[in-house]
Nanobody, 127 residues
Framework: QVQVRESGGGLVQDGGSLRLSCSTD????????MGWFRQAPGKEREFVAA????????NYRSSVKGRFTISKDSAKKMVYLQMNSLKPDDTGVYSC????????????????????WGNGTLVIVSP
């Protein structure tokens, strides 16, 4: 059974930085697109960033372009989301995804039969 686990959330001031990490097993890491989504209080979950299986393609929501970077570390089987110049509007629970929803947000999209979520990690950006 595919599992993913996030870490790295916390409290940071406006303009600060955080790096989120997502781990999974080797087979999953090498085969599927992975991505980050977030859900702010009272709002629906939204796409943040996705990366394809090889790490050669990535896509971002427009509001984080130039501030956030998604990357893969093949040796550690980790996907990272480096978040710089954080704003209070970036506050939310950030969840790592493997499969369908990440693949759909790549250009061109990738289509998968699995769609697995982590439990999420909380990011709070104070004014």
């Amino acid at each position: 059974q595919v599992q993913v686990r996030e870490s790295g959330g916390g409290l940071v001031q406006d303009g600060g930085s955080l790096r989120l990490s997502c781990s999974t097993d080797e087979r999953t890491f090498n085969k599927f697109a992975m991505g980050w989504f977030r859900q702010a209080p009272g709002k629906e979950r939204e796409f943040v960033a996705a990366i394809n299986w090889s790490g050669g393609e990535a896509n971002y929501r427009s509001s984080v372009k130039g501030r956030f970077t998604i990357s893969k570390d093949s040796a550690k089987k980790m996907v990272y989301l480096q978040m710089n110049s954080l704003k209070p509007d970036d506050t939310g629970v950030y969840s790592c995804n493997v499969g369908a929803e990440s693949g759909m947000n790549l250009q061109p999209p990738y289509y998968y039969h699995i769609n697995v979520w982590g439990n999420g990690t909380l990011v709070i950006v104070s004014p």
